[in-house]
């Protein structure tokens, strides 16, 4: 059974940094993609960045040059480093991993396993 358990959400303020974890078990296969996308209240869950096993990354037009996505193979983990926080990134930010991401873009239909989510709230 894939389980995949977020940590790292916090408040800070804007312009603070954060760094959210993602730490998958129970994953057997060598390729893997992953990514990590967030929700607020009332709207649609967006992407926000995903990394391919050979590590291709692809960004939210809106967190480009701020976030990083990472992967440690060797712990079966997944970072998510996020600087120069606004308030609009604001939200619950989950992890998600797939064998393979077939779209184009960050598209939630390409994963398979889910994470609880961990909150971020960012504040002036």
């Known amino acids: 059974q894939v389980q995949l358990v977020e940590s790292g959400g916090g408040s800070v303020q804007a312009g603070g940094s954060l760094r959210l974890s993602c730490e998958i078990s129970?994953?057997?296969?060598?390729?893997?993609?992953v990514g990590w996308f967030r929700q607020t209240p009332g709207q649609t869950r967006e992407g926000v960045a995903k990394?391919?096993?050979?590590?291709?990354?692809t960004y939210a037009d809106s967190v480009k040059g701020r976030f990083t996505i990472s992967q440690e193979n060797s712990k079966n983990s997944v970072y998510l480093q996020m600087n120069s926080l606004k308030l609009e990134d604001t939200a619950m930010y989950f992890c998600?991993?797939?064998?393979?991401?077939?779209?184009?873009?960050?598209?939630?239909?390409?994963?398979?396993?889910w994470g609880q989510g961990t909150q971020v709230t960012v504040s002036s």
């Open positions: 998600a991993a797939t064998y393979l991401c077939q779209r184009s873009g960050i598209d939630i239909r390409d994963f398979s396993y």
């Open positions: 129970g994953y057997i296969y060598s390729s893997r993609c």
């Open positions: 990394s391919t096993t050979s590590g291709r990354t």
